[in-house]
């Protein structure tokens, strides 16, 4: 399947810069100006500076930073970082703008302009989570984890987010589902082998092997969105009610067992069990290519 492209907009310049400077002061104005106080910009050495431990962002493009990074040396750092004090450390905590940090450090920087703000725990916490949920670049399962950060660790409501935010309430509900999905359909959507709409689809399944089952086979037949639905809905309505039964029946510890072997071999898995204890695992392959990777983690 082709790979969903992401537009570049560092590594051209000045105007690559510019690109960034506005989507941060957009972020910035959209932050509620009566929670945080910002002073005049400042310059402070860069060894003061410490990552922001709240930063929920974890991938950085290591060509993107180098190409920041050559602007950098010709231009400077034209927005500033924005750091929070934190009382009786000399250190100066990174709120916003840890690309620019990163790439500074490349550059050997000594010196670098900031913006200091007053802001507690929770307000540096909702602050770095508002802004990455702004940035263009994050994929559906990342975007999916931010807001749940907002709901669970800023205690904010689904319509207290989406209107922070700027969202409807429902674009909310789709991204937190998606974190219900299986590893290796999470690892789909993050590597781009999937798009939003071919993960949301999935997430209207609540059988896991089916959801592994249909996401194998969109990478393998380069399912559209639409053809992916089409199945579901016919995955959906041909549910065998003897299957239901036997899950509902099924030993709460196998059920838990099932899942996790269902996890490691990202295929169906059946347990059936006797009433003397004996029983069966069954692992179907529908070919050549799946059965030696089944064969490889057995070996394992």
Not at 134 to 153: F, K, M, P, S, T
């Amino acid at each position: 399947m082709a790979k969903f492209n992401q537009k570049k907009e560092l590594g051209k310049g000045i105007r690559a810069l510019l690109g960034d400077i506005n989507s941060e002061l957009k972020e910035d104005v959209n932050f509620h100006a009566s929670q945080v106080a910002i002073s005049k910009i400042e310059m402070v050495e860069l060894s003061r500076i410490e990552v922001n431990p709240f930063q929920p962002r974890i991938n950085f493009d290591k060509e993107a930073l180098e190409d920041l990074a050559d602007s950098i040396r010709i231009h400077g750092i034209i927005q500033p970082l924005t750091v929070r004090q934190i009382p009786g450390k000399e250190k100066l905590q990174l709120i916003s703008g840890e690309r620019r940090w990163r790439a500074s450090h490349m550059a050997e920087l000594i010196d670098v302009p900031v913006y200091i703000r007053t802001a507690n725990d929770q307000e540096a916490l909702e602050m770095a989570l508002i802004e990455n949920v702004q940035r263009e670049e994050l994929n559906a399962i990342e975007v999916g984890v931010n807001y749940q950060r907002l709901l669970d660790e800023c205690e904010l409501s689904h319509e207290d987010l989406a209107t922070r935010i700027g969202k409807k309430r429902a674009t909310i509900t789709n991204y937190t589902r998606l974190l219900k999905l299986p590893p290796d359909i999470q690892v789909g959507v993050r590597e781009n082998k999937i798009s939003m709409g071919h993960a949301r689809a999935l997430a209207g399944i609540e059988e896991i092997d089916i959801q592994l089952s249909l996401f194998n086979d969109t990478i393998r037949q380069d399912l559209s969105v639409r053809q992916l639905e089409a199945l579901v809905a016919i995955r959906s309505s041909n549910k065998k009610p003897k299957e239901a039964a036997h899950k509902e029946s099924m030993n709460p510890y196998l059920k838990k067992w099932q899942e996790s072997l269902i996890h490691k071999f990202s295929s169906k898995i059946d347990i059936r069990t006797n009433v003397n204890g004996s029983g069966s695992i069954q692992i179907p392959f529908s070919n050549k290519a799946e059965m030696e990777r089944i064969y490889e983690l057995l070996i394992k």
